[in-house]
């Protein structure tokens, strides 16, 4: 069964394995992010995001902290018609509060896909 939307609200689209990443956060963090998600999805900024630095405008890091870890989901508020969510993982820096490489370059790649799958579902974004 499928959910309704809002009238304004963005369906949130999962990119690879994101939505397994995000449900392994613990119940705290979930609750948190998935407000924050939701704060998105009808055009807002939710006050736990921050910009990701390196792809330009419009790709927002939700950060959240829960019993000393540091839990991350990246997102594209890019494209009018969906919310894409590109990475959720837990920050575990071998080189303190720089994000590992191999979550960026995944960003990254989840970027592009995010981008030809809006673009199969509703054409090119206009810029």
């Given amino acids: ?14 990119v690879g394995a994101s939505k397994r990443d ?3 956060f613990p119940q705290a963090v979930r609750d948190d992010m ?4 939701g704060i998105t999805q ?5 006050p736990s995001a921050k910009p990701w630095k390196g ?15 540091a839990y991350r989901a990246v997102c594209t508020v890019r494209f009018a018609e969906a919310v894409y ?5 837990q920050k575990k820096s071998p080189s303190g509060i720089r994000t590992a490489s191999k979550d960026v ?3 990254e790649q989840r970027l592009k896909a995010a981008q030809r799958d809006h673009e199969e579902q509703h054409g090119k974004a206009k810029r």
Avoid: Q, T, Y
């Fill in 1 to 14: 069964m499928r959910r309704v939307l809002a009238a304004n609200e963005k369906p949130v689209h999962w």
């Fill in 22 to 24: 995000f449900l392994a």
């Fill in 34 to 37: 998935g407000n924050a998600l």
């Fill in 42 to 46: 009808f055009g807002g900024i939710p």
């Fill in 55 to 69: 792809l330009g405008p419009g790709v927002l890091e939700l950060v959240e902290s829960h019993e000393g870890n």
């Fill in 85 to 89: 969510v590109l990475h959720a993982f």
């Fill in 105 to 107: 370059d995944l960003v």
